[in-house]
């Protein structure tokens, strides 16, 4: 048969000559391998050089997109600063408003002098899950991280699966091992936490824009930052029409942030800029009637004079890129075991690869497919999977009990709308489970075999997380209700 399908660990790791060695998945918990190079030369037109070179650009890109550090403002003059007196008034306004409305997060507790360093933890640890997502979600992952590692010490004596397992269901998991990776470059240098700019931005993961917040916000350093907050606010004070985007509209905001920033209280004014963009100057709804700034606000004035012109035309809104699509098979692969009695079976989970996108996390085995697939192409990509990884191979090593499709759902990346089928598949293997995963013939695969219970505790990304929630709820005889971030389409299908 002719086709496109481009069987690998998912989403880059390539079906190849994997074998696994031998283990008990019952009595071991988990058999490490080099998993970096699980690839094959599978099927057809994938294989050809040009259209690999292509693949690995187009994967290359889509990691590189997906994981984006923030960006790096460059280049250009501006001619539209504001006056002094703009900016003594703006200054004031906006403190006094802090003072008086600013929200009681953890991480903005003050220390005294000699805990300087503590704050610059907790500031760096915040402004990086606050990179992700949104104030209320990050509450819970930040008293978490902080109960288990309180301090940068602390933190540099973590595994990065330990990481990872506490990051699970953020995104942008290398954000997590950056984090990791800088505290152990902190702890390793001699000269205690870096106190300015300069100097933490040599530190793993440390853009400017964190820089800036943990030089300002912990060590008083009058620099300033520029998140989707700041610029946003910037470009309604200023009426700025330009693609914040654009390299030189982007270097003018710092610069116009950098003129603002209050040399007295630089912490207290960057975060009082940002606060007002989360809180009053939002995207769609400004509060304009109750904004302390809304006298020096030109967009303001501009939509008070025009009713035609709205503050929310700034700042510009960019069309985000169309995501590439692709499709991926999940293979939830349960391993019965009645010599030894169990009431359940045991799930087999794969360690992604230490590089690249989600980068040493554990998923249920599964392979990409360059286009939509029938049910048997499928199934032929999984088992050829399963044959070379595991040694799983029907009528050979094991007796297929079931095997059921469960539904399948879309996954949005940031740059990728992923179509996501699957299927449970439990297995009795043949002659017990000492037959299983033997002779392995080389280590490029890490593994292990967890139980229900464990999966339901342990840190998996949110795809995982919906895979093992249809598995339970098909074990239920439920289905699960789609999830509305990712508005995942999962129907059940008949028995086959
Ligand atoms: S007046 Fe309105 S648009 Fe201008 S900064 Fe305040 S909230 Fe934003």
Known sequence: ?????????????????????????????????????????????????GEKLKRKRREKKAEEEEEEEEEEPIG????????????????????????????????????????????????????????????QTVLEYYKRWMHKWPTIYDLAQASLEEVNEMWA?????????????????????????????SSLMKVKGIGEYTAGAIASIAFNEAVPVVDGNVIRVLARLKAISANPKDRLTARNFWKLAAQLVDPSRPGDFNQSLMELGATLCTVSKPSCSSCPVSSQCRAYSLSLENRTISVTNYPTKVVKAKPRCDFCSVCVLEILNLERNQSGGRFVLVKRPEEGLLAGLWEFPSVILDKEAGLATRRNAINLYLKDAFQVEPKKTCTIVSRKELGEFVHIFTHIRRKVYVELLVVQLTGGTDNLFKNQANDTLTWKCVGSDALSTMGLTSAVRKVNSMVKAHKQGSSVAPDSSNRAAISRKRRI
């Not at 002098?113 to 402004?127: C, G, L, N, P, T």
């Not at 953020?170 to 470059?185: N, P, Q």
């Open 1 to 49: 048969m002719a086709c496109l399908l481009r069987v690998a660990r998912n989403p880059t790791f390539e079906r190849s000559t994997v074998a696994s060695k031998r283990q008990d998945p019952e009595t071991i918990p988990s058999f490490h391998c080099k998993a970096s190079s699980f690839r094959t030369k599978t099927m057809s037109q994938s294989s050809a050089p």
């Open 76 to 135: 250009g003059d501006i001619e539209d600063l504001f006056s002094d007196k703009e900016t003594q008034k703006i200054r004031m306004s906006l403190l006094d408003w802090y003072d008086a409305n600013q929200r009681d997060l953890p991480w903005r507790k003050r220390k005294n002098e000699s805990e300087k360093e503590r704050r610059a933890y907790e500031v760096w640890v915040s402004e990086i899950m606050l990179q992700q997502t949104r104030v």
């Open 169 to 197: 269901g953020l995104g942008y998991y290398r954000r997590g091992r950056f984090l990791l990776e800088g505290a152990k470059m902190v702890v390793a240098g001699k000269d205690g936490f870096p106190n300015q700019v």
